[in-house]
């Protein structure tokens, strides 16, 4: 068993950054792709980013395109951690933003391929 704790959420202006952390507990996670998705209220839940390990400590990084060039996943093996910093923020990056861990090889980008999930962190970008 995987736990994930987000922390770092929080109130920001528009154009402002935030640093989202994932502590995960129980097992290491440097097997594990890790994900990061958000869900606005009334809206289903959506990927936002995710990150793969290699055993050669190369990592993929994969964004949604409403994100890209916006926001960097990283990880940190020895940490047991994920975060996701979010730069030039906007309005509607608006929601609760959920870490996610896969246990099988592959690039998951749905919500149903994870395995493992956080409580959320809300962020709100005001205009």
């Known amino acids: 068993q995987v736990q994930l704790v987000e922390s770092g959420g929080g109130l920001v202006q528009a154009g402002g950054s935030l640093r989202l952390s994932c502590t995960a507990s129980g097992r290491s996670i440097a097997s594990y792709t890790m994900g990061w998705f958000r869900q606005a209220p009334g809206k289903e839940r959506e990927f936002v980013s995710r990150i793969t390990s290699s055993g050669r400590s190369v990592y993929y990084a994969y964004y949604a395109d409403s994100v890209r060039g916006r926001f960097t996943i990283s990880r940190d093996n020895a940490l047991n951690m994920a975060y996701l910093q979010m730069n030039s923020l906007k309005p509607e990056d608006t929601a609760v933003y959920y870490c996610?861990?896969?246990?099988?090889?592959?690039?998951?980008?749905?919500?149903?391929?994870?395995?493992?999930w956080g409580q959320g962190t809300q962020v709100t970008v005001s205009s």
């Open positions: 996610a861990a896969d246990s099988d090889l592959g690039t998951p980008t749905k919500a149903s391929e994870y395995d493992y």
